[in-house]
């Protein structure tokens, strides 16, 4: 089993910034990829970024240029940098790992990002 635990999220103005983090427990060592998925209201969750084993990133197009995603492996943590927001990126941010093949695969709690002036 695997837990994860995101933090961060908050109310921004736009073009502003914010960080996201998602630690990770559990049987880490079992893990091909971490991601960052999103759900607006009304709207299917979408993957934004993600980075698989070892160390390749892939972003959305919404997304390219403007976040980051990154890992610290001694602290078992997810990042994703978020930069020059949009009122459209208001949304529930999602952390998800899962093993390869997706046989297993596990959700964080969510953490809402809200973009309004």
């Known amino acids: 089993q695997v837990q994860l635990v995101e933090s961060g999220g908050g109310l921004v103005q736009p073009g502003g910034s914010l960080r996201l983090s998602c630690v990770a427990s559990g049987r880490i060592f079992s893990l091909y990829a971490m991601n960052w998925y999103r759900q607006a209201p009304g709207k299917e969750r979408e993957l934004v970024a993600g980075?698989?084993?070892?160390?390749?990133?892939n972003y959305a197009d919404f997304v390219k240029g403007r976040f980051t995603v990154s890992k610290n492996n001694a602290k078992d943590t997810l990042y994703l940098q978020m930069d020059s927001l949009k009122p459209e990126d208001t949304a529930v941010y999602y952390c998800n790992a899962h093993t390869v093949q997706r046989r297993l695969e596990y959700w964080g709690q969510g953490t809402q990002v809200t973009i309004s002036s």
């Open positions: 980075i698989t084993n070892p160390d390749r990133t």
